[in-house]
């Protein structure tokens, strides 16, 4: 995640890199819209990564999802390190964006499945951060190499994703599968003692025992209560799930978060600086620098309010905070290019200040499970798209609409925030992991202790070794 963040900024130091734009052809008003597919492009690579983890990876299992996908980032990054031509840097963009599309599908369900159900929520902020740490880290150097004239401004930022390249290499072999995907693919000796490991427990403990036991009445429900494609998109599940609902929210949910402008930060922060608000370079890198710094640090108070105030809380105060930034920014610009205001335009740095914190607050989204893999490829196809699409329009809206491109922004957050309140699913609106949940995974440990107790006191009245050892095997194998 932290190199899937230094490669969504690392682009913006490279688009406004003079040798970059000189040695690709792409200098002057008319190229626009060539430089923002080259910078969009990358997401159509992204797009095809995440279907290749949602179909291949599915066999590979996810560790050696993320290898494969670590393997052709490695390609990718070699073709964009290297480019002399326009070519060169769209067949580059593309490869990077496979790989990536491929470990961004695959790491977060890996975490998912190997984390316990208490930590799940709270281990997504601390995801997204290492994301902004890795967006933060490639800021100051794009900053620190704006000093430095020739190719080198912009190769070297892209081929420092070799570090942490080298580290998944040096790391993912020697990290646990997912015992989810080993039990769904009939290798149960082997979760077990992941999960034994995991909770630094022996593999009959009465805890492990139980776990097991929900992943495979899990893993079973999902198989007999799957939905086809087709009947899917016709609505037609009649499961009870209300699959086609979860389906559309964990995909709107990513449209609110690319429709809510991140990524016009992301990919041109230095572009915003310089165009709307006359900073040099230099000084326009800086402020993205610190930008990502307060991105940063306000992504971890998140994870102070996550479990208190719940993610779908957090998601509307992101939306409409989002709404006040973008609402600052427009009247700003508009008097800033009306009246050649350059205090106007200056004063507008508070708000994308205040719009990356907004943003930090934190947007997640959640799905059922019959719906896991399907509801997250759809949720990963629409992030794709959508970042696609946002990423390509925003220089060309910058060059034709000045300030008036803005106001789109507000608009778009505004349709994100329907009514605040919702009181008919207590576990809809609930901070915390819903007691019925706890308690019947309580139920299960304490109904795998007594009978386990009751097998010991039967092989004491039996006072036969071997009718204890039969015993024995019958507690394992429930």
Not at 395 to 408: A, C, D, E, S, T
Request: charged residues 15%; contains cysteine.
């Amino acid at each position: 995640m932290t190199l899937f963040g230094y490669d969504q900024g690392v682009f913006s130091g490279v688009v406004v890199s003079d040798n970059f734009l000189q040695l690709h052809d792409l200098v002057g008003p008319s190229k626009t819209k060539i430089l923002s597919t080259v910078a969009a492009i990358y997401n159509v690579g992204c797009f095809i990564g995440a279907i290749v983890a949602f179909t291949v990876g599915e066999r590979l299992g996810r560790k050696k999802s993320i290898l494969l996908g670590t393997a052709i980032m490695t390609i990718g990054v070699i073709l964009e390190t290297s480019s002399f031509s326009l070519a060169q840097i769209f067949v580059g963009r593309v490869i990077l964006g496979i790989g990536n599309g491929i470990n961004t599908a695959a790491a977060p369900i890996w975490q998912t499945e190997t984390a316990p159900a208490r930590l799940r929520g709270k281990l997504v902020i601390p995801e997204m951060m290492t994301n902004v740490g890795g967006f933060m880290l490639v800021n100051w150097i794009n900053y620190g190499l704006s000093f430095v004239p020739g190719s080198i401004q912009w190769r070297l930022p892209l081929a420092l994703q070799f570090i942490f390249i080298v580290v998944l290499f040096a790391t993912v072999p020697w990290l646990p599968e997912s015992p989810r995907w080993l039990i769904a693919h009939d290798r149960t000796e082997e979760a077990i003692q992941i999960l034994a490991d995991l909770e630094n427990k022996s593999v009959d403990h009465a805890y492990i025992i139980a776990q097991h036991q929900e992943i495979v009445y899990g893993v079973q429900y999902e198989r007999q209560h799957s939905i086809k494609w087709s009947d899917l998109f016709r609505g037609r599940t009649e499961d009870g799930t209300k699959s086609v609902r979860r389906l559309l929210l964990g995909a709107g949910t990513q449209l609110m978060q690319q429709f809510g402008g991140i990524n016009i930060s992301s990919y041109y922060a230095p572009t915003i600086y310089i165009t709307y608000v006359g900073l040099s370079n230099s000084m326009a890198r800086l402020l993205s620098a610190c930008n990502a710094v307060s991105c940063f640090v306000f992504a971890g108070f998140a994870v102070l309010f996550v479990e208190r105030l719940g993610r779908r809380s957090l998601m509307l105060l992101s939306t409409f905070l989002q709404l006040l930034a973008f609402l600052g920014i427009s009247i700003l610009l508009k008097f800033a290019i009306a009246n050649g205001s350059t205090a106007c335009a200056e004063a507008s740095i508070f708000f994308f200040f205040f719009y990356n914190i907004a943003f930090a607050v934190g947007m997640l989204g959640i799905n059922s499970l019959p719906m896991r893999t399907k509801g997250a490829a759809v949720a990963t196809a629409t992030n794709w798209v959508t970042n696609l699409v946002i990423v390509e329009i925003t220089p060309i809206g910058f060059q034709n609409l000045g300030w008036k491109f803005w106001p789109i922004w507000v608009v778009t957050n505004a349709l994100s925030n329907p009514g605040l309140i919702v009181i008919n699913d207590k576990d809809a609106i609930s901070g915390k992991r819903p007691l019925k949940y706890i308690e019947r995974e309580n139920e299960e440990v304490q109904k795998v202790e007594q009978q386990d107790t009751r097998a010991i006191k039967r092989g004491s009245k039996l006072g036969s070794s071997d009718d204890v050892e039969v015993e024995h095997r019958g507690i394992e194998k429930l």
